[in-house]
């Protein structure tokens, strides 16, 4: 707050208990330049009738001077996890999106690698809120038998966590497998040929480490990390083919990657694609309704299925959230309110 020179809303989790006590006490103990700036109290989680809280509401704000803005209730509106702490531990497999009431026969399944240092998890995210398809994190000894499309995610260490893929055997699945593949950021980086600079990124002293070789492109690394929120123009091939426009989302990552072939770059000057496998560096490609739509077409067509009706797609967690805040918070006491709605997902 002091370095963006902003103003605080403090909030308090009633499911924890003592929020009352908790808030107050934060307020007493706050240092005098930060409790100038905190404008207003926000209480969530709350379970029950709201007018049961008033007497709590009218002592706190007596004693402190500061207004408590709302009291939100406990509703899971789908913000996504803090990041991989949703997931299920290593060795262990899980399914995302097994609720929406789809029949077996119109579902899919995407497995994804459970990474030891698996990251950047809310890139799966918008894949398991489409009715049909279902996330499943596979331990990295698993089998592909029953996966229909496979996403390869990022992880905070490419060169472990791809020597450990390689160790439970998940190379060869990987070179038997017919369906899309897809693999973002680091998942990328270990479909190519070879790494080189490895020893800057994973443990070890390694200067080169061959990778799974599904895609003819080789990576440096670099000690600088590149950061850059970008927008893409998808060309439709490979597991998108169905799709072609602008995608946007971000791209973080050290060194580059080059195609040692002549390939198509669908996303990106660094990506590169075949007939079945795809390789970016951009995160939040499936945030973008186009890329999204057509991967999953491509992984149904695949397995010879019918999708069901996309209508019924999960409305936007973001979305969800700011009407929650619009309809039990008193945001216009703020000092600045977002203008609009909660953030809108791309549709290209």
Do not use: W
Not at 171 to 180: K, M, N, S, V, Y
Not at 217 to 243: C, I, M, S, W, Y
Request: net charge negative.
């Amino acid at each position: 707050a002091r370095f963006a020179d902003a103003s605080i809303l403090l909030v308090g989790d009633i499911e924890r208990g003592g929020v009352f006590a908790s808030l107050y006490g934060t307020l007493e103990l706050l240092p005098a330049d930060l409790r100038e700036r905190v404008c207003g109290t926000l209480i969530t989680k709350f379970r029950g009738e709201e007018e049961l809280l008033d007497p709590g509401i009218e002592e706190l704000e007596a004693r402190t001077d500061v207004p408590v803005l709302g009291v939100l209730p406990h509703e899971n509106v789908g913000l996504p996890e803090e990041d991989s702490l949703s997931l299920p531990a290593a060795g262990e497999r899980a399914t995302v999106g097994e609720e929406e009431g789809v029949s077996p026969e119109a579902t899919v399944t995407i497995g994804v690698p459970r990474l030891p240092h698996l990251s950047n998890t809310t890139d799966l995210e918008p894949l398991a809120r489409v009715p049909g398809a279902r996330v499943t994190y596979l331990p990295p000894g698993a089998t592909l038998t029953g996966v229909d499309g496979v996403v390869l995610p990022g992880t905070k260490n490419t060169v472990d966590d791809l020597l450990a893929l390689r160790e439970a055997g998940f190379g060869d699945e990987l070179e038997t497998f017919d369906g899309p593949v897809v693999g973002l950021c680091g998942g990328y980086q270990m479909l190519g040929e070879r790494i080189y600079g490895a020893h800057l990124e994973g443990t070890g002293n390694r200067e080169t480490v061959a990778g799974f070789g599904v895609l003819p492109v080789e990576t440096t690394f670099e000690r600088e990390k590149h950061v850059e929120r970008v927008t893409r123009g998808v060309k439709g091939v490979g597991p998108l083919a169905d799709g072609e426009g602008p995608v946007s989302g971000y791209e973080i990552h050290m060194g580059h990657t080059d195609r040692l072939e002549p390939l198509p770059a669908p996303v990106g000057p660094e990506s590169a694609a075949s007939d079945t496998v795809i390789g970016t560096y951009l995160h939040g490609l499936f945030e973008n309704r186009l890329a999204r739509e057509a991967f999953l077409d491509s992984v149904y067509e695949t397995a010879g299925r019918q999708r069901p009706d996309a209508s019924r797609e999960a409305r936007d967690p973001y979305r969800t959230a700011a009407d929650l805040l619009s309809e039990h918070a008193n945001l216009d006491a703020l000092p600045i309110v977002l203008s609009g709605s909660a953030t809108q997902e791309s549709d290209g």
